[in-house]
């Protein structure tokens, strides 16, 4: 594993924070955001974001309630980092593949400590950035050299996430990744996402074959699939909506594991998949990235009220 600080550096000693603060959950460092308007929580492990609301609001984030928060292992809800690869490798372009040595999904990001690089106030805003710096400590599960930045802005508007990948290798790199966002709903059954309607996407539970969405995405069951979109969209559940919109992106995964998988999932209540749908803002399938020596990209999602 890289050397991570879990101590600020001095530009963001604590003293100098009003809304900011460390907290030790389960196993894990966290930095907490109570600012008058709104809180967070963003872990440093895998620069997981786990908690989001306006102060007369729950967690816009879905958490599980068997959410174990131990090294090494990825936290169940919130917005995990996939990166530098999204989902099962061996579904991955061959540019990708080549460079996985591991059959884990998703990537190495969202177990691994993050740095923290910045805390910024302001009375309206707060800024939190976390880099990895992907290199030879991970050449067990990996072939490359980059840089990932995350910078969070928490404000009355919503909360706004950019991850910035820089190739820092001479060789070209390949890969994929997704904000894997989990939304909280109180039934699954009266749930809707819109703004798909007439793209293309890839189902994986039906041997990952191309279909158009017809209207607006309804969950009745396992749903796992990409869509080659990267319209904004808009949730609405039962007690309300919230809108996502993307940079970076032109796909969006659509998840939900239905009564079945969730038994099978780790960190997951069985009826888990009533109250929950994962929206994420991805590169993934044919959308996935290249990035040329020195070059960066980033991915994005503002997630606000709908
Ligand atoms: O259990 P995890 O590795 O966190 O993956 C959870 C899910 O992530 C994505 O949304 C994939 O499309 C699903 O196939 C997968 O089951």
């Not at 989001?52 to 169940?76: M, Q, Y």
Request: glycine share 8%; charged share 20%.
């Amino acid at each position: 594993m890289p050397e991570s600080s879990h101590t600020p550096p001095a530009s963001v000693t604590p003293g100098q924070w009003s809304f900011t603060r460390w907290k030790t959950i389960g196993q894990l460092e966290a930095l907490e955001v109570h600012h008058p308007v709104f809180s967070a929580t963003v872990f440093l492990q895998g620069a997981h974001l786990t908690h989001f609301a306006l102060n007369d609001d729950t967690n816009w984030l879905w958490l599980s309630d068997t959410a174990r928060f131990e090294p090494g292992r990825a936290i169940r809800g919130g917005i995990p980092v996939c990166w530098p690869w999204f989902g099962d490798p061996a579904r991955n372009p061959p540019e990708i593949r080549k460079r996985v040595h591991t059959p884990s999904a998703h990537g190495f990001a969202r177990t691994a400590l993050w740095r923290l690089e910045d805390v910024r106030e302001s009375a309206h805003e707060v800024e939190i950035s976390l880099s990895l710096n992907a290199n030879e400590d991970f050449e067990g599960q990996w072939d490359g050299h980059a840089l990932a930045l995350i910078t969070f802005s928490f404000s009355v508007r919503g909360c706004q996430i950019a991850l910035t990948t820089t190739n820092l290798s001479k060789d070209p790199l390949a890969l994929s990744q997704a904000l894997h966002t989990y939304l909280p709903t109180s039934d699954i059954s009266r749930t809707r996402l819109l703004g798909l309607g007439h793209s293309q996407y890839m189902d994986t539970l039906k041997d990952w074959d191309y279909f158009e969405q017809e209207g607006p995405v309804y969950f009745d069951g396992e749903t796992d699939r990409i869509y080659e979109s990267a319209e904004p969209l808009t949730l609405v559940t039962p007690a309300g909506k919230r809108k996502l919109t993307s940079v970076g992106s032109d796909s969006t995964v659509v998840w939900n594991p239905g009564p079945e998988k969730a038994l099978r999932l780790s960190d997951f209540p069985g009826t888990g998949w009533q109250k929950m749908v994962c929206v994420e803002t991805a590169n993934a399938a044919t959308d996935y990235r290249v990035l040329n020596e020195g070059q960066s990209h980033t991915l994005g999602v503002v997630i606000g009220r709908g």
